[in-house]
């Protein structure tokens, strides 16, 4: 598995959410450590120069699951934006978390409680990098 790449902005606006949910006990300590250690291993760019098949901030992402072929499509976004009826799924949800940075095609191994499992990025629908909405 490639390094995962994270642009600038959403690499800072993502440790201000966690440093903010932290101090409101909406999340987990373990999964923000988690998620802390995900970005820290990241190779951090310019928001124009994210590739357009890396997964971003509010990108809308169509993924499957390799254990049983189920399929999915949402946004992931902050926090504050979420919404499962407009699958908007929050940064700080496991699936989101564990999808940020990586591309079309990657596949990533994610611990469910029915076991071990990959989910396959399939595609990218919109990516605001690629779009030129560099301020979302």
Same mark, same amino acid.
């Given at each position: 598995?490639?390094?995962?790449?994270?642009?600038? @902005?959403?690499?800072?606006? %993502? #440790?201000?959410?966690? =440093?903010?949910? /932290?101090?409101?006990?909406? *999340?987990?300590?373990?999964?923000?450590?988690?998620?802390?250690?995900?970005?820290?291993?990241?190779?951090?760019?310019?928001?124009?120069?994210?590739?357009?098949?890396?997964?971003?901030? @509010?990108?809308?992402?169509? %993924? #499957?699951?390799?254990? =049983?072929?189920? /399929?999915?499509?949402?946004? *992931?976004?902050?926090?504050?934006?979420?919404?499962?009826?407009?699958?908007?799924?929050?940064?700080?949800?496991?699936?989101?978390?564990?999808?940020?940075?990586?591309?079309?095609?990657?596949?990533?191994?994610?611990?469910?409680?029915?076991?071990?499992?990959?989910?396959?990025?399939?595609?990218? *629908?919109?990516?605001?990098?690629?779009?030129?909405?560099?301020?979302?």
């Amino acid at each position: 598995m490639s390094q995962i790449i994270i642009n600038k @902005n959403d690499y800072t606006r %993502i #440790h201000q959410s966690i =440093n903010l949910t /932290k101090q409101n006990n909406a *999340i987990k300590k373990d999964e923000a450590e988690k998620l802390m250690n995900e970005l820290k291993s990241a190779k951090l760019v310019e928001p124009n120069d994210i590739p357009e098949d890396v997964v971003t901030m @509010n990108s809308v992402v169509k %993924i #499957h699951f390799q254990n =049983n072929k189920q /399929k999915m499509q949402f946004k *992931i976004v902050y926090p504050k934006d979420a919404n499962l009826k407009e699958n908007k799924i929050s940064i700080f949800s496991a699936v989101a978390s564990a999808l940020i940075g990586y591309k079309v095609g990657d596949e990533i191994e994610w611990l469910l409680p029915s076991g071990m499992t990959k989910i396959v990025i399939d595609e990218i *629908i919109y990516q605001p990098e690629a779009a030129g909405d560099l301020d979302l």
